[in-house]
């Protein structure tokens, strides 16, 4: 699975902050890793230099095999909180997708 981070010019994207979100992500999200080709991150800073409650978004594009793409987006406070809230609210879009797919009556 690639995982692509792209952050926006507000907001701090080192090599350790970048290191640091992708190892979170995997861990979250190994259980999808073999059913998914690529998982893009966008972290972006919603009002610039002012500061506010849920000013942090980011915004995950899962791409699953054999499937379109599946997106979602969380806001919070700090990057890693809204990674963490996007990435909770991935797992249970990838849970239903490829629920939906499983035969569940054995058939």
């Given at each position: 699975?690639?995982?692509?981070?792209?952050?926006?010019?507000?907001?701090?994207?080192?090599?350790?902050?970048?290191?640091?979100?992708?190892?979170?992500?995997?861990?979250?999200?190994?259980?999808?890793?073999?059913?998914?080709?690529?998982?893009?991150?966008?972290?972006?800073?919603?009002?610039?230099?002012?500061?506010?409650?849920?000013?942090?978004?980011?915004?995950?594009?899962a791409r699953?095999?054999?499937?379109?793409?599946?997106?979602v987006?969380?806001?919070?406070?700090?990057?890693?909180?809204?990674?963490?809230?996007a990435?909770?609210?991935?797992?249970?879009?990838?849970?239903?997708?490829?629920?939906?797919l499983?035969?569940?009556?054995?058939?």
């Amino acid at each position: 699975m690639l995982l692509q981070i792209n952050t926006d010019n507000r907001v701090d994207g080192n090599a350790a902050v970048i290191d640091d979100l992708e190892a979170g992500l995997r861990a979250q999200l190994s259980r999808f890793e073999s059913r998914l080709t690529r998982i893009e991150v966008h972290v972006s800073d919603l009002n610039a230099d002012k500061s506010g409650a849920e000013d942090k978004r980011c915004m995950l594009e899962a791409r699953p095999n054999g499937l379109g793409p599946v997106c979602v987006t969380n806001d919070a406070a700090t990057v890693e909180q809204a990674v963490e809230g996007a990435a909770d609210k991935l797992l249970v879009v990838l849970e239903r997708t490829f629920g939906k797919l499983t035969n569940r009556k054995g058939h």
